[in-house]
């Protein structure tokens, strides 16, 4: 345990706080959606109450990942192919923050904890999980596929030396005492 990487450092690197809040809608709607349906197809109402906290959880999150996302557009540079994935990417978050509102409003009215037409609900909160999937994953693609807001890789899109110096060079990138060195699994 090195003590020393511990305070939040890379707030203070970042461009831009948005990887900050994108896991809580990622986490919270796969969450709602398993104890909604479990809690619906075994009557638990318990497990429809889980869900719904879970779902609240999933909509203030979309709302944060949204807002920060937003912010986020012109924080750092970025080329044409990053800039035409980030428009996937926030029509991605909109639908989500959308479905995430509306099924919260939904499952507030309720009969014993289970939301009303509760099959039709379930298959929203399950097409409101594909949409927060796929925006996930062009997320992911852009940053690191395509090294969106990556320090170095900012300084290759922008085309800077020190990126292209340690692409040629990998054991420039590798800390000293650092080589040889296995992780376990």
């Given at each position: 345990m090195d003590?020393?990487?511990f305070g939040f450092k890379a707030v203070g690197e970042m461009f831009n706080i948005h990887p900050m809040f994108v896991h809580f809608p990622v986490a919270f709607l796969p969450g709602a959606?398993?104890?909604?349906?479990?809690?619906?197809t075994l009557k638990k109402p318990g497990l429809n109450l889980a869900?719904?906290?879970c779902l609240y959880m999933a909509a203030a999150g979309a709302l944060a990942a949204l807002t920060t996302g937003l912010l986020a557009e012109e924080s750092?540079?970025?080329?044409?192919v990053i800039h035409h994935m980030m428009g996937t990417h926030e029509t991605l978050a909109w639908i989500v923050l959308a479905?995430?509102?509306?099924l919260s409003g939904w499952s507030f009215f309720?009969?014993?904890?289970?939301?009303k037409a509760a099959w039709v609900f379930l298959t929203l909160l399950g097409l409101a999980n594909l949409a927060v999937m796929q925006g996930a994953d062009i997320?992911?693609?852009m940053v690191y596929l395509e090294g969106a807001a990556v320090k170095p890789a900012v300084t290759a899109i922008t085309g800077g030396g020190e990126a292209k110096e340690t692409m040629e060079n990998p054991r420039a990138a590798t800390p000293a005492g650092h080589e040889g060195h296995k992780h376990s699994h």
């Open positions: 003590w020393s990487l959606f398993l104890l909604f349906a479990l809690g619906i869900g719904r906290a750092f540079p970025h080329n044409a479905l995430s509102g509306v309720h009969s014993e904890h289970r939301p997320g992911a693609r």
